[in-house]
């Protein structure tokens, strides 16, 4: 029943009138792989489509073995020089990037509500911002890095640590933050000295391939970074069994992570895996229902719930189990579902026809399992919406009650706009079956009681516990998940680490 699928990142750039093609007597845009520099046609296209229509609005190349080869081989030829270029050379390029798509920045959040269906204002205020503070954080921390070094004096000699890049680096990102987290993978392994080829989602491309564009502008040189477009099983592949790529930054589905290990095994790559979550809110009779109501609306539907660190189950304590349930209900039947161009949409569109039905599903499964539909799919009505948005991929954010903590919704990621919420009674009892999942990405706690906050935090079985809040980032400290959430931590200093390979250097001199 799982849904996050083998979606690995397109690219797209903002086009000229020779780049645009016609396709079916409808203007679609017609990606090209990113190689070496220059845009380089591929013979297959598969189609990309607007969630908010139902309708394609691309068509994204459909590569394989030959195109990443020819990406891999052209990162390999650039890794001598870029990797001897100047730390501080490489930091001016990356602030240039960050330049040139801040002057872009409405042209780039339009296009990414067009390729995801998320609302244009999140990804004005949120999506292409976080764009800027990758690049621009990265620089910085590439010139702060730090080396370690001892004197041993009874034995004459002195020890210490280099960082060196390692070489091609493969990074495969997904769908629901495609920009978001493409750059958070790309930013640290360029400033790093790595070259990299890039596989984004056939789902969400556009922006990708608008980013391929201001590379070349920035005066980025051929052949750092590629980025080569098409399906996981054919195209991320080839990239994750490549010989000539020795790392691998994926953020996506746990069961792709599992083949990822799989598959790289032989070849003993070093491996990022940013997996699966399947989140709580926990909420203490002492917490402020004035803040976490809306902090949990949040946390639970920002983004469609297409976010890895949604919260899809809220564990309520008994006492203000029914005041907390009446006011979220109240709040989630006021977010408005609707077209992602209009200012007061909260929720857009899910990505795909597939994924709607996936996430419909699930509600259905949770019916037939005992749940209570408190509000949405199968509950109320949906909205009245334009013409031309009436195929498009909507659901009303979905509230569900009475599920057993074993149940399929409790259980598995749903990714999407579907809240499970339940009682609790004690401190002890919520610790224990909040962490009875097979994921530990995050975790919210709600309370005033500041020995709580921090003594529940500590039990957590998640790389990150927010407290009376939700996804407020720090780059300067680690994000990851434990369990089948992933492995390893990216951040300012871990992302670095992990695109480096620490060398020990040994002087012997005479005392």
């Known amino acids: 029943m799982k849904f996050k699928k083998y979606v690995l990142?397109?690219?797209?750039?903002?086009?000229?009138?020779t780049q645009a093609k016609s396709h079916n007597m409808a203007d679609l845009l017609t990606l090209e792989n990113f190689i070496d520099g220059k845009f380089v046609a591929c013979a297959q296209h598969i189609d990309s489509f607007d969630p908010s229509t139902g309708k394609p609005?691309?068509?994204?190349?459909?590569?394989?073995?030959?195109?990443?080869?020819?990406?891999?081989?052209?990162?390999?030829?650039?890794?001598?020089?870029?990797?001897?270029?100047?730390?501080?050379?490489r930091a001016r390029i990356m602030m240039k990037i960050?330049?040139?798509?801040?002057?872009?920045?409405?042209?780039?959040?339009?296009?990414?509500?067009?390729?995801?269906?998320?609302?244009?204002?999140?990804?004005?205020?949120?999506?292409?911002?976080?764009?800027?503070?990758?690049?621009?954080?990265?620089?910085?921390?590439?010139?702060?890095?730090?080396?370690?070094?001892?004197?041993?004096?009874?034995?004459?000699?002195?020890n210490y640590t280099t960082h060196e890049p390692v070489g091609v680096a493969g990074l495969i990102s997904p769908w629901n933050l495609p920009m978001y987290l493409l750059t958070f993978?790309?930013?640290?392994?360029?400033?790093?000295?790595?070259?990299?080829?890039?596989?984004?989602?056939?789902?969400?491309?556009?922006?990708?391939?608008?980013?391929?564009?201001?590379?070349?502008?920035?005066?980025?040189?051929?052949?750092?970074?590629?980025?080569?477009?098409?399906?996981?099983?054919?195209?991320?592949?080839?990239?994750?069994?490549?010989?000539?790529?020795?790392?691998?930054?994926?953020?996506?589905?746990?069961?792709?992570?599992?083949?990822?290990?799989?598959?790289?095994?032989?070849?003993?790559?070093?491996?990022?895996?940013?997996?699966?979550?399947?989140?709580?809110?926990?909420?203490?009779?002492?917490?402020?229902?004035?803040?976490?109501?809306?902090?949990?609306?949040?946390?639970?539907?920002t983004n469609q719930g297409e976010v890895c660190l949604s919260t899809s189950r809220i564990f309520v304590q008994r006492s203000i189990y029914k005041a907390f349930l009446k006011r979220f209900v109240s709040a989630t039947k006021d977010l408005k579902v609707g077209r992602p161009s209009d200012k007061d949409t909260k929720v857009g569109a899910l990505i795909s026809k597939e994924h709607l039905a996936k996430v419909k599903n699930y509600v259905k499964i949770a019916r037939d399992e005992g749940g209570v539909i408190e509000c949405g799919e199968g509950k109320d009505p949906m909205p009245e919406l334009p013409k031309e948005n009436k195929s498009g991929y909507f659901m009303l954010p979905t509230v569900i009650t009475s599920l057993k903590d074993?149940?399929?919704?409790?259980?598995?990621?749903?990714?999407?706009?579907?809240?499970?919420?339940?009682?609790f009674d004690d401190e002890e009892e919520v610790i224990g079956r909040a962490n009875n999942v097979k994921y530990g990405l995050c975790a919210s706690i709600w309370s005033e009681n500041v020995g709580r906050v921090h003594r529940v935090a500590q039990r957590m079985e998640v790389g990150t516990v927010w407290c009376n809040c939700w996804l407020l980032r720090d780059l300067n400290v680690p994000f990851g998940g434990i369990k089948a959430s992933g492995i390893g931590r990216e951040g300012n200093f871990e992302s670095l680490e992990f695109y480096t390979e620490v060398k020990t250097v040994c002087v012997k001199y005479t005392e």
């Not at 068509?59 to 990797?83: C, H, M, T, Y």
């Not at 201001?214 to 040189?221: S, Y």
């Not at 895996?273 to 949990?296: Q, T």
């Open 185 to 301: 993978k790309i930013a640290p392994a360029i400033a790093a000295g790595n070259t990299v080829v890039c596989k984004p989602s056939e789902m969400t491309s556009v922006t990708a391939w608008m980013f391929a564009s201001v590379l070349n502008e920035a005066g980025l040189p051929p052949g750092v970074v590629n980025i080569v477009f098409g399906v996981g099983p054919k195209c991320g592949a080839a990239l994750v069994k490549h010989p000539d790529v020795p790392i691998i930054s994926f953020t996506g589905s746990t069961a792709t992570g599992r083949y990822i290990i799989e598959n790289s095994a032989p070849y003993f790559k070093k491996l990022s895996l940013e997996l699966g979550g399947k989140n709580a809110a926990i909420i203490f009779e002492d917490s402020d229902l004035e803040k976490c109501v809306p902090g949990c609306l949040r946390s639970g539907f």
């Open 406 to 423: 074993d149940s399929t919704c409790m259980q598995e990621e749903i990714f999407g706009p579907v809240v499970c919420i339940t009682p």
């Open 9 to 17: 990142m397109h690219v797209l750039t903002y086009f000229t009138p």
């Open 98 to 158: 960050a330049d040139i798509i801040e002057s872009r920045l409405d042209e780039f959040a339009k296009m990414e509500s067009k390729d995801q269906g998320k609302p244009v204002w999140l990804s004005t205020i949120v999506d292409i911002p976080r764009v800027l503070l990758n690049m621009r954080s990265f620089a910085i921390a590439i010139q702060n890095q730090v080396n370690r070094s001892t004197v041993k004096k009874g034995q004459g000699a002195v």
């Open 57 to 89: 609005h691309a068509r994204v190349p459909d590569s394989g073995n030959e195109e990443i080869d020819l990406a891999v081989q052209a990162a390999k030829k650039a890794f001598p020089s870029w990797s001897k270029t100047s730390i501080q050379e």
